[in-house]
Structure formats: C-alpha cells, structure tokens
C-alpha cells in the first residue's frame, strides 16, 4: 500500500516531466553571450551621460562625453582639466587613458574608477553618476 501511495505522484510527475517544454532562454544568458571572448578584438560600448560622479572618500571626478566621438573624454580632476582618447583593452572595457598625466579613467554603467597610470593605483574609486 505504501510503494502505491509513492509510486503514483512520482509516475505522474514523471510523465508531466516529458510533456514539459523546455524553459525559453533568460536575458542574462543572451546578455553574457554578447560580451567578447578573451583575446578577442571587440570593445564594448555604453551610451554613458556627462556630469559628476560621486566617489568613495568624498571624491569627485566631472566627464564631459564627446557625443560626435565617443573615444575621447574630458576629465576634470583635482583642480585641471584632461583629455582622454580610448584605449584599446583586452577585455573590452571602456578605458580612456591621457599619457602626459597618467590619468585612466575606467568608465562603466555600475560604477567608474579613476587610476594614476604612472603608479598604478586607484586615485578615485566606486564612482557613480549623480
């Protein structure tokens, strides 16, 4: 009476299995097959706005986008103003970089970061658009 009672749900729940279309494929899943491989040669773009960004220890960093060319940003950064062109990145991330002051400036939808290029350090980080 027992093996009954356990072998009629998992005999339905077996058939219903079968009958089942497989689930349809989620927004993350296409989100992640859009991103390049490694090594490849795509660079990723995001239509990012201008203004300040607010980041960790009260810092705050201004980027002003050039909207006819979007390889090129201006910083304004501890009392100066710097232009950054885009440089090509093997993961394809957004990364502007100025040789003559060493400014990187890493640009994401989530959050940005500032580095000195010469010393490899985070001059501003967890920056985001106010």
Known sequence: MYLRRIALPFMLSLLAACTTAPPA?????????????????????FDLASGTYRCDMGQKVEVLRDRENANHVRIGWGGGHYDLSRNHSYSGLPRYEDAGSGLVWIDLPWKSILLDGHRNKPLASDCTQV
């Open 25 to 45: 494929p989620t927004a993350e899943k296409s989100v992640s097959s859009e991103l390049p491989k490694a090594g490849g040669d795509q660079q990723l773009n």
